[in-house]
């Protein structure tokens, strides 16, 4: 789990060097770690390899902009987003950043207390939220994902509201592939958890039960099978 006490990564996207530098120095010396973009591409590659909890954006940038860039990155993100503007006459691009997705923005020129205190703040509501967010997914016993529901109070697995019929071992697949999205489980992990016994070493236990479930529940695009590792469940 996420330790939200520590969501303290910052993406600064800004072309010009100096400012990007100097809110990269100012942010540090208040205990952020920084991270740094020239243009909206290279924004979205840092996230991709990043765990970035919020990010400055410049509007006006070379190769791509940063309303294009967090149209993109709201596709797979939900962090604060600030934009950066050049004056306070920019009505226009104020109200279309904010509709595609930015939370707030800073007006050029800016005082470092004044960004410092909109990223104490808005880092703060994250944190809340998240702390919220984990509170409920570890104390609640009903998984979704997509289409996809299984109750644990009544063991009962449904697709589109459609109760489905499993197997004892599917649904204990299914239920550890689920309660952990994204993860990778090798064969030799998924046998041990859900059969209780040492595996030997024999994949297709694992793999004729994977192919049922895909084929039962409609995941064959949902389960996938990660070269020489083991299966991950997928949005």
């Not at 540090?28 to 740094?36: A, L, P």
């Not at 962090?79 to 920019?90: D, G």
Request: glycine share 6%.
């Amino acid at each position: 789990m996420k330790n939200v006490m520590e969501m303290n990564h910052v993406l600064v996207v800004e072309d010009d060097k100096e400012i990007r530098e100097g809110v990269e120095i100012y942010l540090k010396s208040q205990g952020y770690e920084v991270f740094q973009a020239a243009d909206g591409a290279e924004g979205l590659d840092v996230i991709d390899r990043e765990d970035i909890h919020l990010a400055i954006v410049d509007i006006m940038m070379p190769v791509m902009d940063g309303i294009s860039m967090v149209v993109k990155l709201r596709e797979k993100y939900d962090f604060p987003v600030y934009f950066f503007f050049l004056s306070k006459s920019e009505e226009v691009d104020k109200i279309m950043g904010l509709n595609m997705g930015a939370d707030d923005y800073v007006t050029k020129p800016f005082t470092p207390m004044e960004l410092l205190a909109r990223v104490n703040s808005q880092l703060r509501r994250y944190r809340r939220f998240m702390e919220r967010l984990e509170d409920k997914n570890e104390n609640s016993r009903i998984h979704t994902i997509g289409g996809l529901e299984i109750n644990e109070d009544n063991v009962e697995v449904t697709v589109d509201g459609e109760t489905v019929k499993m197997t004892p071992i599917e649904y204990k697949i299914l239920l550890l592939l689920v309660k952990s999205p994204g993860r990778v489980f090798s064969a030799e992990e998924i046998y041990e958890r859900v059969w209780n016994e040492p595996y030997m070493g024999d994949t297709r236990t694992v793999d004729l039960h994977i192919q049922r479930l895909r084929k039962k529940l409609d995941l064959k695009d949902n389960i996938q099978s990660v070269y020489k590792v083991g299966y991950r469940l997928v949005e």
